[in-house]
């Protein structure tokens, strides 16, 4: 039987694991430089694929504001803005559902760094980095997130 293209060849590991084998068209320039930086990582390509195709259905969710996600929200402000630091900790009890947990670092006798784990909806995170963000004294929001699945 003769494949057509866009056929996939599945092979089975372990009794619910499953993979595929696929090709890919790519430049040469291209599939150089990703052997040479996983090379240099020691790891194998298939995994270097998967974990790139993980990020990238996380950034897509992330920017279409769709399905969950599990990350920190890092928040860089001036804890001597008077009432910020309470209007932190009240912010994340109004998001009980998706605030895990958080860190509270001290830089400097100004300026404080707040990491905030959150685990849900990209929807609910992205609202809560609005309201932080748009406090007087937050100097910078950073979100990393990742798949849940």
């Known amino acids: ?5 866009g056929d996939v060849e599945e092979e089975s590991l372990e009794d619910s694991n499953r993979v595929v084998r696929f090709g890919v068209s790519i430049p040469i ?4 430089e990703f052997d040479e930086a996983i090379s240099q990582m020691g ?3 298939s995994k270097a694929i998967r974990l790139a195709m993980r990020k990238f259905l996380a950034d897509r969710n992330w920017q279409c504001g769709s399905g969950d996600v599990v990350g920190t929200v890092n928040i860089l402000y ?3 803005v008077r009432g910020l630091d309470e209007y932190l900790t009240e ?11 958080n860190t509270h ?3 400097d ?12 909806n990209v ?3 992205k609202e809560l980095i609005d309201k932080v963000s748009s406090k007087k004294g937050v100097k910078q929001v950073k979100t990393v997130v990742n798949p849940v699945s």
């Open 123 to 125: 929807k609910r995170i």
């Open 105 to 107: 670092i001290h830089l």
């Open 91 to 101: 912010i994340q009890h109004d998001y009980l559902d998706i605030v895990i947990s």
């Open 78 to 80: 001036d804890h001597e």
């Open 1 to 5: 039987m003769s494949k057509k293209k």
């Open 109 to 120: 006798k100004e300026h404080c760094m707040l990491i905030i784990i959150v685990k849900g």
């Open 29 to 32: 320039d291209l599939l150089k």
């Open 43 to 45: 790891m194998k390509r």
